[in-house]
């Protein structure tokens, strides 16, 4: 069993940072993949971004490459999400996910976090 607990998340204006954190508890945390996703009013949960725990190899949605950086600290059993350059866009409630690997697909994951607020204004 694997508990995930996100934080971190706030309003902030367009063009701010903010950076999220998903701290795990349980067992096996390096078996797993580690995932961020979205989901904003009306509109289907979406991927954000994945790393392997294990090889820190990393992947992006391209509505995000090159603003969003998903990092790890296994010392920590820790996750982290750094939004830079945030546009209205992006406001959603961010949830973090384990998985036996880091995959794109929400449905592959087997543990979710409670979600967090984003909130960018314009």
């Known amino acids: 069993q694997v508990q995930l607990v996100e934080s971190g998340g706030g309003l902030v204006q367009a063009g701010g940072s903010l950076r999220l954190s998903c701290a795990a508890s349980g067992r096996a945390f390096n078996r797993y993949g580690r995932g961020w996703f979205r989901q904003a009013p009306g509109k289907e949960r979406e991927f954000v971004a994945t790393i392997s725990v294990s090889s820190g190899t990393t992947a992006y949605a391209d509505s995000v490459k090159g603003r969003f950086t998903i990092s790890r600290d296994n010392a920590k059993n820790t996750v982290y999400l750094q939004m830079n350059s945030l546009k209205p866009e992006d406001t959603a409630v961010y949830y973090c996910?384990?998985?036996?690997?880091?995959?794109?697909?929400?449905?592959?994951?087997?543990?979710w976090g409670q979600g967090t607020q984003v909130t960018v204004s314009s």
């Open positions: 996910a384990a998985g036996a690997i880091p995959t794109t697909r929400g449905a592959n994951y087997d543990y």
